[in-house]
């Protein structure tokens, strides 16, 4: 009996960590854009959708996550977090949603949206100072890429 208890809490425990919420590195070079397919590759840019199942969406760039949602490939409903890579802090994904963004024609993005995204407020106006353009947060991104 002993170990059948010891058995049932190792299987919840392996089974509640599967379905982790946090996003995971994008392995760049490798892993492939669940919109474009392309390979993802510019450690500046770069997504994720985390559902509240655990399942992970990475993406090229901000853009084609946001696309994604769009054509309602996952609902909004089911996503537990939306995650983008700060152009300053390559590699590093931040929550979205506390993220500032610059879409800017003199600062191209991997696939034409020209955006890009900082984590704080003051790189994002240093940015539009070095590159014109505009700065949206993440509910005006959102309308202007017609999620919400």
Not at 14 to 20: A, D, G, V
Not at 106 to 132: C, T, W
Request: one cysteine or more; glycine letters at 6%.
């Amino acid at each position: 009996m002993k170990k059948f208890l010891i058995l049932i809490l190792l299987t919840t425990i392996l089974l509640l960590s599967s379905c982790s919420r946090e996003p995971e590195p994008i392995n760049f070079g490798v892993d492939q854009c669940e919109l474009c397919r392309m390979t993802i590759s510019d450690s500046k840019f770069g997504a994720e959708i985390v559902t509240k199942k655990g399942k992970i969406y990475k993406f090229d760039a901000a853009e084609c996550m946001l696309n994604y949602i769009g054509i309602d490939k996952i609902k909004y409903g089911d996503v537990a977090g939306f995650y983008v890579i700060d152009v300053l802090r390559p590699g590093e994904l931040k929550d979205a949603a506390t993220c500032y963004y610059l879409i800017s024609e003199n600062f191209p993005s991997p696939m034409g949206a020209n955006l890009s995204a900082y984590s704080n407020q003051e790189d994002v106006i240093s940015q539009q100072k070095r590159h014109g353009g505009e700065v949206r947060s993440w509910d005006e991104l959102q309308k202007h890429f017609k999620i919400k």
